[in-house]
Nanobody
Framework: QVQLVESGGNLVQAGGSLRLSCLAS????????MGWYRQAPGKQRDLVAT???????NYADSVKGRFTISRDIAKNTVYLQMNNLKVEDTAVYYC?????WGLGTLVTVSS
């Protein structure tokens, strides 16, 4: 079993930046792919970015050039650096790892 705990969500103005963190614990030896998804009110949960162990990151078109995903294997943590935030980035952001989900962290971008 893998436990994921997100942090870093906040209220920020459009154009601002935030960094989300996700700490993994438990059976972390089984983790290859980690990533971030988001769900805006009334919408489905969508991919934001993923990064496999030792592999290249994959991004949704809507965040390319603004968001950067990274992993610190030693700290069992995946990060999402979000720059030039837009109102439409407002959502609950969920950490994902090998079929496991965190509880989410809320990002609100005001105009």
């Amino acid at each position: 079993q893998v436990q994921l705990v997100e942090s870093g969500g906040n209220l920020v103005q459009a154009g601002g930046s935030l960094r989300l963190s996700c700490l993994a614990s438990g059976s972390i030896f089984s983790i290859n792919d980690m990533g971030w998804y988001r769900q805006a009110p009334g919408k489905q949960r969508d991919l934001v970015a993923t990064i496999p162990t030792g592999g290249s990151a994959n991004y949704a078109d809507s965040v390319k050039g603004r968001f950067t995903i990274s992993r610190d294997i030693a700290k069992n943590t995946v990060y999402l650096q979000m720059n030039n935030l837009k109102v439409e980035d407002t959502a609950v952001y969920y950490c994902y790892a090998e079929g496991h989900w965190g509880l989410g962290t809320l990002v609100t971008v005001s105009s």
